[in-house]
Structure formats: structure tokens, C-alpha cells
């Protein structure tokens, strides 16, 4: 069975750093694509980051240069790694696995399997 399972959430204030962890169980994050999404309240769930199989990275505008998506050699950990935090950040961050097909990367319809969520905030 799968599930996913973040940690990592917590209140920073702005300019601080968090790393998001997001622990795999049923499957490898060396198979399968994976992402982060947020979502704020009254907003929709928008894509942060993807990580593809075999490595390669995309970000949203609003992150690039100030997150990271990552994931451990084994393939059981996924990660995000937010620096230089702005209040904007602010939301519930779930991490996405097993991209369906046609795939769309910053789609959130098109991931199979979400984690419970994480809260993030980030003051000023």
C-alpha cells in the first residue's frame, strides 16, 4: 500500500529557512516522478516543484533560486528545501507521487498518490 508522509512544517519568519520531508512507503522515488504543492487558504493548489525519475527538476517562477526538491539515494525520502522564505509562502504543503499519463507536471490532477500535508508559515 502506498502512503506518503510529510514533516517539516512550522513558523519562521521571513528570510529563515525549512526543509519539508516527505517519507515514501509502498514504492521508491527512484521510479516514479514527484512533486511539492501548496496550497493557501481561498487559493488554489499550485505545483512548487517536480522531480522526474531520473533527476531532472522544474520550479515555479515564484521558487526558483530559493527552493530546492531533492530526494535520498535510496529513493524512500523526498525533499524541499525553502530559503530565503517570503510571507507569500505561506500554506499547506503536500508532496505528490506517480505522475499520470499524458503528464503534466504543475497539473495537480495528474499525480496518483498525496501526502496528509504540512503547514508552513512565515511572518514578517
Known amino acids: 500500500q502506498v502512503s506518503l508522509v510529510e514533516s517539516g512544517g512550522d513558523s519562521v519568519q521571513a528570510g529563515g529557512s525549512l526543509r519539508l520531508s516527505c517519507a515514501a512507503s509502498?514504492?521508491?522515488?527512484?521510479?516514479?516522478?514527484a512533486a511539492w504543492f501548496r496550497q493557501a487558504p481561498g487559493k488554489e493548489r499550485e505545483a512548487v516543484a517536480v522531480i522526474e525519475s531520473f533527476g531532472a527538476t522544474f520550479y515555479t517562477d515564484s521558487v526558483k533560486g530559493r527552493f530546492t526538491i531533492s530526494k535520498d539515494n535510496a529513493g524512500n525520502t523526498l525533499y524541499l528545501q525553502m530559503d530565503s522564505l517570503k510571507q507569500e509562502d505561506t500554506a499547506m504543503y503536500y508532496c505528490?507521487?506517480?505522475?499520470?499519463?499524458?503528464?503534466?507536471?504543475?497539473?495537480?490532477?495528474?499525480?496518483?498518490?498525496w501526502g496528509q500535508g504540512t503547514q508552513v508559515t512565515v511572518s514578517s
Open positions: 509502498g514504492f521508491t522515488y527512484r521510479r516514479w516522478c
Open positions: 505528490a507521487a506517480e505522475c499520470l499519463k499524458p503528464i503534466v507536471w504543475f497539473n495537480h490532477t495528474r499525480y496518483s498518490y
